[in-house]
Structures are given as C-alpha cells and as structure tokens.
C-alpha cells in the first residue's frame, strides 16, 4: 500500500495541490495525458538536391519527437514556391501527391509545438511564406523570442499587418522592412533587432540560410549530401536517415548562408556566453543524436548511474517509464546492481485524439498509453525512473499503477533536477504556478505521488554526468537564472497562452 505522510493526509494535500493550481479564478487543469514538457519544434533543409522535398519529408519524420501539432514543407522552384502544411503528424501532413506536387532543388520543413501563438489557428503553421519587394521568402524557426510581444507592437504602429500570433512573423516583418541589399543582410538586421532564442532555416528563389541566436540555445546542425548537397538540421539522428554525412555544428551566432557560390560563413552579431539548453540531453533530443559533440543516450545512462551513486535505496528491480526514462533506468540499474525490467509497456499506436468513457475507465489517459506487468511488480520494492517532474498528475497516477500492480515499494528517481521556473527560450512549459516543485518540498511532492520515496538529481550532478561546464548551459528551468531575462509582457502573453 502506498505510505502516509505523517504531517497531513493525502486528501487533504492532494485539495491543497488543487487549490495551488487555479490559476487567475480559473478551475484547475486538468491532469494531461503526458506531463513531460512539450519540445519546442524541429526544422530542416536541404540544397540543391533533385528530391529536396522528399528529403525534407524524411527529415521531419526523423524529427518527429520535437513537435507533433503540425507539419510543414516549403519549396523552392526557379521563381516559385510550392508550399504544404497541415495540422497533425508527418504522415497524417502528407500524401504523395503532396511531395510530388513540392518540386524543386532547395526546400525547408518544420515540425512544431505551440509556444508563442497557438496550434489551432491554420495561419500559425510553418514555415512562413511572404512575397516582398525583393522576392519570395520563406522561414521555419525554432525557439521563442523575449521580445516578441514588444517588436509586434512596434510593427504594428509602423503599419505591419500580422497574419498569426507567432512571434516567427515578427522577424519575417522585420526582413521585408530592412533596407539593406541581401537576403542575408536582411536577415540579419532583422535579428539583430530581436532577444531570445532562435535554430533557424530560411530560404529564398536561390539560397538557404542557417542561422543560430548567439547564446546557442537551440541546436542546429549541417550535413553534406552524396551529390554535394547541403542540409540544415535541428537533430544528427535525421541527416543519418537520409544518408546524409554529418559536417559540423551551426556554432551559436553563426549565419551559414549556401547559395549558387557553395557554403558561406559568418559572424554577424555581437557575441555571447554559450547557453545550449541543457534539457537536450535529459529529454528533448533523440537519443541517437550527438549533441553537441555528446551521444545523448551515453549521457542519459550516466545521468542514471549519477542518480544511483546520490539516492541509492534498497530495492528488487528498476522499472523505467517509457520511453523517455530508459536509458537512464539502464544507467541506474548498472550502477545499483538491481536488475532492469520493463514493468510498463506503452502503446505507441495512441493517436491524439480519442473517445473517452465518462467515469468508468479511473485513470484512463494514462491507461491507454501505459500499461503495467503486475508478474514483474508484483511482491517487490520498486525504484521507478522518469526523466522529470513538472505538474506531478502523470507521475502520481504511474506510481498508483504500480500500487496497483501489487508492488511492495515505490521508489520514485528522478533523471532531472526539480522544475521550478518556466521556460521563455522555445519550450512549452507550464507557468509557474502549475509547476509542481515551484511551491512543494519533495516530501510534499513524495506524499503527492503517493510514492514510497522521492529524489531528484542534483544540478551538479547532472553536469557532471553530462560531463560540460555549466556555465556554458541554460538551467533556467532548474535555477531560475535566465541568461536574457524575460520581459514581463512576455511573461504575461505566457500565461495566457498557457491558460487557452
């Protein structure tokens, strides 16, 4: 059975949780389906390639994991660009009539999660496609802009017209303003207006840019392809689908411009400390994808033996939640010496929508995608490893499985230190107010899990397990040290992006 908090009773904590999570007199939200943080997008590009499209497609596809609300393709043919977007995953995007239809050498592809402006409205896909006075232009942008609610309203008195509610768009504005010569030049004027964090690809009638905000926040990779092509990536893990030779990272602040003169580099905006989002290696990124110069699997294994070494506990067998908890279960495991079993298998044929019973199914959203093998719980202490902990109603409801299954012991490890601030650089998070350890002890967070026990990695021992210097990383969500703090207007359009 599940252990009792000495100080209060779970009924009584789990109304005051409740409480805690009404936000501005709303009621409170409801537990979702998967309470990890949302990734933020993925894009990619490929030049001069006969089926750009169709590599494109791939790429997404590998790319998947980093934005499953929406899917978009932009091609470039001599003057002309072809353009596919739709709500929904790669498959449910495009057909083969859609890629045959995307021809041309050069194209640019987004996956996207909501951040800045919302998935429902068809304006906000990617990428954005405009006509200006010096040509077509096409963007697809990882990331979220610090003041992209300010430079909105400044365009917006200027006369600019927005179409959607992403902050993309006001960077695409800012281009077509400049009046400098290029594509590149315009570009980057328009950047050099903005703060925050940006991986992104751009495209014209005959080049593609890759560019990245000079902190580094988003990672951005180049690849070579067979016949000489270029290709621009969020992740390595795509270039490997499509056979594509990885060349380098797209260092933070630099502008790869790959045009009819070959593959350019520059430097165009005042340097900044290096803050690559340190989450890349605990969740977002593919665990196949080097990072970085780091094998992201390598480096959830050592994050898990890490976890091991700093809250060993007694127990029978270490029991991932999936997908996302395994490598560093593998890595707990190794280090304890407690055996590893799949104790949960989830169903990854769960679409995103679904019909679900009223009241007769308790727990239902969890159930359909995870289910428990109660002959490897059952009778045993259990260490329970997920990579974190944000609003606590998926992990509550995953320990009560295990209960369920007849476990002696729950032990709940987590591969990420607490979350306690939100995050304004491309990440779809809760605000703070929902953010379970913002406000809750771990002995408040324990009882609210139901949990036998409750530890979370240390910062320090994250870094390192990682095995890089913090100071060259962004742990705003762990630390509240924000390396480009946020206005409060942008703080504000959060929330409220957070609460429709």
């Not at 890629?99 to 050498?105: I, P, Y």
């Not at 379970?436 to 899990?449: C, D, G, P």
């Given at each position: 059975m599940p252990p009792q908090a000495n100080h209060a009773s779970p009924?009584?904590?789990?109304?005051?949780?409740?409480?805690?999570?009404?936000?501005?007199?709303?009621?409170?939200?409801?537990?979702?389906?998967?309470?990890?943080?949302?990734?933020?997008?993925?894009?990619?590009?490929?030049?001069?390639h006969p089926e750009a499209a169709n590599l494109v497609y791939l790429g997404l596809y590998a790319l998947q994991h980093r934005g499953q609300e929406s899917a978009g393709i932009v091609s470039a043919e001599e003057r002309i660009f072809h353009i596919n977007r739709g709500r929904g995953l790669v498959a449910d995007v495009f057909k083969r009539r859609d890629?045959?239809?995307?021809?041309?050498?050069n194209a640019i592809g987004h996956v996207r999660y909501s951040t800045a402006g919302g998935s429902a409205n068809q304006r906000n896909l990617q990428p954005l496609v405009v006509d200006t006075a010096d040509g077509g232009m096409a963007i697809a942008h990882n990331g979220n802009l610090v003041n992209g609610v300010q430079m909105r309203r400044e365009l917006e008195r200027r006369g600019s017209i927005f179409q959607s509610t992403m902050d993309t768009e006001v960077i695409v504005h800012l281009t077509a303003l400049s009046r400098h010569r290029t594509f590149p030049e315009r570009l980057t004027d328009a950047l050099s207006q903005v703060k925050g964090a940006y991986a992104m690809v751009a495209m014209n009638e005959r080049?593609?840019?890759?560019?990245?905000?000079?902190?580094?926040?988003?990672?951005?990779?180049?690849?070579?392809?067979?016949?000489?092509?270029?290709?621009?990536?969020?992740?390595?893990?795509?270039?490997?689908?499509?056979?594509?030779?990885?060349?380098?990272?797209?260092?933070?602040?630099?502008?790869?411009?790959?045009?009819?003169?070959?593959?350019?580099?520059?430097?165009?905006?005042?340097?900044?400390?290096?803050?690559?989002?340190?989450?890349?290696?605990?969740?977002?990124?593919?665990?196949?994808?080097?990072?970085?110069?780091?094998?992201?699997?390598?480096?959830?294994?050592?994050?898990?033996?890490?976890?091991?070494?700093?809250?060993p506990v007694e127990a029978d067998v270490v029991i991932p939640v999936p997908d996302s908890g395994v490598p560093a279960a593998l890595g707990f495991s190794q280090e304890s010496?407690?055996?590893?079993?799949?104790?949960?298998?989830?169903?990854?044929?769960?679409?995103?929508?679904?019909?679900?019973?009223?009241?007769?199914?308790?727990?239902?959203?969890?159930?359909i995608k995870l289910s428990s093998t109660p002959e490897?719980?059952?009778?045993?202490?259990?260490?329970?490893?997920?990579?974190?902990?944000?609003?606590?109603?998926?992990?509550?409801?995953?320990?009560?499985?295990?209960?369920?299954?007849?476990?002696?012991?729950?032990?709940?490890?987590?591969?990420?230190?607490p979350t306690t601030h939100p995050c304004f650089y491309g990440i779809d998070t809760p605000t703070r107010?929902?953010?379970?350890?913002?406000?809750?002890?771990?002995?408040?967070?324990?009882?609210?899990?139901?949990?036998?026990?409750?530890?979370?990695?240390?910062?320090?021992?994250?870094?390192?397990?990682v095995n890089v210097q913090r100071n060259g990383y962004c742990d705003a969500c762990f630390s509240?040290?924000?390396?480009?703090?946020?206005?409060?207007?942008?703080?504000?359009q959060l929330t409220l992006l957070q609460e429709t």
């Open positions: 009924q009584a904590n789990h109304a005051r949780l409740k409480a805690t999570f009404t936000i501005m007199g709303k009621p409170p939200l409801q537990p979702l389906l998967d309470d990890h943080f949302r990734d933020e997008c993925g894009v990619f590009g490929v030049y001069d890629l045959d239809q995307l021809s041309g050498v080049q593609i840019i890759g560019v990245r905000d000079p902190n580094g926040f988003r990672p951005l990779v180049l690849g070579r392809l067979e016949n000489g092509g270029y290709v621009l990536s969020s992740e390595t893990c795509a270039l490997s689908l499509i056979e594509a030779d990885f060349q380098r990272d797209v260092e933070p602040g630099e502008m790869v411009v790959i045009g009819p003169d070959g593959l350019k580099s520059f430097y165009p905006f005042e340097a900044m400390p290096r803050k690559l989002c340190i989450f890349e290696y605990i969740y977002f990124a593919r665990p196949d994808s080097i990072v970085d110069g780091i094998n992201v699997y390598q480096a959830r294994k050592r994050i898990g033996k890490t976890l091991a070494r700093e809250y010496g407690i055996p590893f079993e799949l104790g949960i298998i989830r169903n990854h044929y769960v679409g995103r929508t679904f019909i679900e019973p009223q009241q007769s199914i308790r727990h239902f959203g969890v159930k490897t719980i059952a009778g045993k202490r259990v260490v329970l490893v997920d990579d974190s902990l944000v609003r606590g109603t998926t992990s509550r409801k995953i320990v009560k499985m295990m209960w369920s299954a007849g476990a002696k012991e729950v032990h709940l490890r987590i591969s990420s230190p107010q929902e953010l379970l350890a913002s406000s809750h002890s771990v002995e408040e967070m324990r009882n609210y899990t139901t949990a036998s026990s409750l530890a979370f990695i240390s910062l320090d021992g994250l870094y390192q397990a509240g040290q924000y390396p480009i703090p946020p206005q409060q207007e942008e703080s504000s």
